[in-house]
């Protein structure tokens, strides 16, 4: 059986009387594709916020790789192997497809920005940034300023930039927002590449690519997690259909 690479227990966020997670317990398995799942205002995101070490949990514990990680900051869990993507694309728009990669590889290292110019001259850091783009099917676009990309290679771009910090672990919220079905289609792809390379923890509202994506689906409901299982079972589940689903993914 597979180690547990994330674990979360009894983990409760709070806006004043609003409880957005509410003693939610989850664990994904290393080299798993693990989706969340869930209505509008589940707390979805509220849940990668608190994963990638931007917002700090009011009760529980995140442990990662069995290391608690509940109070480190975000920088902190990137280095631990932790690398998320956002709803609203994360890119340096005014910059090709390349730099934009060369510039993650070069943070990865440490380095500070304002040596832009002499880390992007290192070829290296070139051939590095070039390899990623093959990875997520950029390679033809590399001179391409990331601004003029469809949106759909814009989300190709920002997958890129969270591998090029070689995570273990890769928290996707909504990369499908906004596509059109062939971008879509482009994007499920490359998560398939991905599998086994890297853990990845998926949130998504494209059921049709997470039943095709996910070894393992968590369903969210009001902050807790109601059921947990593979793509039939999560399908076949009574609770789950009239909480979210509906009747017409049943078949």
Same mark, same amino acid.
């Given at each position: 059986m597979s180690q547990t690479l994330l674990e979360l227990q009894g983990l409760v966020k709070r806006y004043g009387g609003l409880v957005a997670t509410d003693h939610l317990s989850l664990s994904v398995k290393a080299g798993q594709t693990h989706a969340i799942i869930g209505p509008n205002g589940a707390g979805k995101t509220t849940l990668i916020q608190q994963i990638a070490g931007g917002l700090r949990p009011n009760e529980g514990t995140i442990r990662f790789d069995g290391q608690d990680i509940t109070v480190l900051p975000m920088h902190k869990r990137v280095q631990r192997g932790l690398a998320r993507s956002y709803q609203i694309t994360n890119i340096f728009k005014s910059c090709s497809v390349l730099d934009n990669l060369a510039l993650a590889v070069q943070a990865r290292s440490g380095s500070s920005m304002r040596f832009w110019r002499p880390a992007l001259s290192d070829s290296a850091i070139f051939d590095e940034a070039r390899e990623l783009a093959d990875t997520v099917g950029l390679s033809t676009r590399v001179d391409a !300023?990331?601004? #003029?990309?469809?949106? %759909?290679? =814009?989300? =190709?771009?920002?997958? %890129?930039? +969270? /591998?090029?910090?070689?995570? &273990?672990?890769? /928290?996707?919220?909504?990369?499908? +927002?906004? $596509? @059109?079905? @062939?971008?879509? /289609?482009?994007?499920?792809?490359?998560? #398939?590449?991905? &599998? %086994? =390379?890297?853990?990845?923890?998926? !949130?998504?509202?494209? $059921?049709?690519?997470?039943? =095709?994506l996910a070894e393992c689906i968590s369903v969210l409901v009001f902050g807790r997690i109601?059921?947990?299982? #593979?793509?039939?079972?999560?399908?076949? #589940?009574?609770?789950?259909?009239?909480?979210?689903?509906?009747?017409?993914? +049943?078949?």
């Open positions: !300023i990331a601004s #003029n990309l469809a949106h %759909g290679a =814009q989300r =190709q771009l920002e997958v %890129g930039l +969270a /591998l090029a910090t070689r995570p &273990r672990m890769l /928290l996707l919220d909504e990369p499908m +927002a906004g $596509m @059109g079905h @062939g971008e879509s /289609l482009q994007l499920v792809e490359l998560i #398939n590449r991905l &599998r %086994g =390379q890297v853990t990845i923890l998926l !949130i998504e509202h494209d $059921m049709e690519a997470v039943f =095709q109601i059921a947990s299982g #593979n793509a039939d079972e999560i399908r076949s #589940n009574a609770e789950v259909k009239k909480a979210y689903l509906g009747d017409e993914v +049943a078949a």
